[in-house]
């Protein structure tokens, strides 16, 4: 057997599955062939990524499933790489999103695009991979919509205990919280 393409169709499995990993049984299906050469695959690559020192990754096994992770030595400039403060500030989209989901939870993307009155797909995205949204369950109702709520790092963000130390919103219609509103919102929590 050609043991190259064999790699490069492992590697590329591995890192699909991401942090959730692949048991020998699953790579062995896809892959078709038996359990005990995808192992064997497995030590070689392994072997060669070891001896490799031009490369960043390695494979591990964790609870019965093999995942690509990074090399211990290079621990350092991965730490450098989560300590630095992210930049990136959220859009005034994402704040207004923000707030809604924050004063409103559980909460349907339709329901807060009627309050925004407009598509609110990015900023959910941009929210939830900044870990300060999450879907917390699905609502009733033909399609049962995903619900979003804020998170534990919501809080720590923001220097919250918990959602009662939101700010109050000034009296209003329930469903308009206005640009100022949310402008108000994140005044306070600075």
Same mark, same amino acid.
């Given at each position: 057997?050609?043991?190259?393409? !064999?790699?490069?169709?492992?590697? !590329?499995?591995?890192?699909?599955?991401?942090? @959730?990993?692949?048991?020998?049984?699953?790579?062995?299906?896809?892959?078709?062939?038996?359990?005990? @050469?995808?192992?064997?695959?497995?030590?070689?690559?392994?072997?060669?990524?070891?001896?490799?020192?031009?490369?960043?990754?390695?494979?591990?096994?964790? $609870?019965?499933?093999?995942?690509?992770?990074?090399?211990?030595?290079?621990?350092?400039?991965?730490?450098?790489?989560?300590?630095?403060?992210? !930049?990136?500030?959220?859009?005034?989209?994402?704040?207004?999103?923000?707030?809604?989901?924050?004063?409103?939870?559980?909460?349907?993307?339709?329901?807060?695009?009627?309050?925004?009155?407009?598509?609110?797909?990015?900023?959910? &995205?941009?929210?939830?991979?900044?870990?300060?949204? &999450?879907?917390?369950?699905? $609502?009733?109702?033909?399609?049962?919509?995903?619900?979003?709520?804020?998170?534990?790092?919501?809080?720590?963000?923001?220097?919250?205990? +918990?959602?009662?130390?939101?700010?109050?919103?000034? @009296?209003? +219609?329930?469903?308009?919280?206005? &640009?100022?509103?949310?402008?108000?919102?994140?005044?306070?929590?600075?």
């Amino acid at each position: 057997m050609n043991q190259e393409p !064999s790699f490069g169709i492992l590697e !590329s499995l591995l890192f699909a599955a991401g942090d @959730e990993g692949l048991s020998l049984k699953q790579m062995a299906n896809v892959m078709e062939i038996p359990e005990q @050469e995808v192992l064997e695959l497995l030590n070689l690559l392994q072997e060669e990524y070891e001896k490799n020192k031009q490369r960043g990754i390695t494979i591990v096994q964790f $609870a019965g499933t093999y995942q690509l992770a990074t090399k211990k030595e290079y621990v350092n400039y991965l730490k450098r790489l989560v300590e630095v403060p992210n !930049s990136s500030t959220l859009s005034q989209a994402a704040l207004e999103t923000l707030t809604i989901i924050a004063y409103k939870q559980p909460i349907t993307r339709a329901e807060i695009e009627d309050i925004r009155g407009v598509k609110t797909e990015r900023p959910i &995205q941009t929210l939830t991979a900044k870990g300060l949204i &999450q879907e917390v369950g699905r $609502a009733e109702g033909t399609g049962r919509p995903i619900l979003y709520g804020t998170t534990v790092e919501f809080l720590d963000y923001f220097g919250l205990k +918990d959602l009662k130390e939101l700010p109050p919103l000034p @009296e209003t +219609d329930e469903n308009d919280i206005t &640009q100022e509103e949310a402008d108000l919102f994140f005044e306070k929590l600075k």
